[in-house]
């Protein structure tokens, strides 16, 4: 199976701040990264899909990039409504596997 | 407005059995691939199984040969059969339209719990 990791684990930040969470794939998997926002009790939320493509409805302050085993998640200016948690997620194998997760919380 | 509601989790002995129900309002679960995702209290999101639009089936490792994917077109349902069940089965259950071409997993349901305790 296709491991994914995600770094940092967790971090703190102010409201306004540029973050950026990066997730690395055991293998190439071309541009097949996914990522999602969860809020506590509540199910995943779909940001980017395909690398860098936003999904629709999501703010533009998010945005992603990467492609081969190196992906970035980044929100240019971090908002209330952000601290939450990120997972990334291949989709080049069938044994679709998610990152370990990023906390975001409140400096 | 496209949507999905889980059901059916709940306490259960281990080697128990329960099924999950996932009802879909504002598409065709049949002319989707549909997954199962888990996530157990306090840790990270597992895929755990998928229905293809055709029928077919697949499994993460971790359930092969205990849970079963299936799906009432005539529902609009997807539900999750789960046999032989342990403690380490403890999780909330989403249910999720995907993989779609991208491989994305949109919408989720909320969610359902399943605890495996005696």
């Known amino acids: 199976d296709i491991q994914m990791t995600q770094s940092p684990s967790s971090l703190s930040a102010s409201v306004g701040d540029r973050v950026t969470i990066t997730c690395r794939a055991s293998q190439s998997i071309s541009s097949y990264l996914n990522w999602y926002q969860q809020k506590p009790g509540k199910a995943p939320k779909l940001l980017i899909y395909?690398?860098?493509s936003l999904q629709s409805g999501v703010p533009s302050r998010f945005s992603g990039s990467g492609s081969g085993t190196d992906f970035t998640l980044t929100i240019s200016s971090l908002q209330p409504e952000d601290f939450a948690t990120y997972y990334c997620?291949?989709?080049?194998?069938?044994?679709?596997?998610f990152g370990p997760g990023t906390k975001v919380d409140i400096k | 407005e496209v949507q999905l509601v889980e059901s059916g989790g709940g306490l259960i002995q281990p080697g128990g059995s329960l099924r999950l129900s996932c009802a879909a309002s504002g598409f065709t679960v049949s002319s989707n691939y549909m997954s199962w995702v888990r996530q157990a209290p306090g840790k990270g999101l597992e895929w755990v199984s998928v229905?293809?639009?055709?029928?077919?089936?697949y499994y993460a490792d971790s359930v092969k040969g205990r849970f079963t994917i299936s799906r009432d077109n005539s529902k609009n349902t997807l539900y999750l059969q789960m046999n032989s069940l342990r403690a380490e089965d403890t999780a909330v259950y989403y249910c999720?339209?995907?993989?779609?071409?991208?491989?994305?997993?949109?919408?989720w349901g909320q969610g359902t719990l399943v605890t495996v305790s005696s």
């Open positions: 997620q291949q989709s080049y194998s069938t044994r679709f596997t």
């Open positions: 395909a690398a860098s």
């Open positions: 229905i293809y639009s055709g029928g077919s089936t």
């Open positions: 999720a339209r995907g993989p779609t071409i991208a491989g994305l997993f949109d919408p």
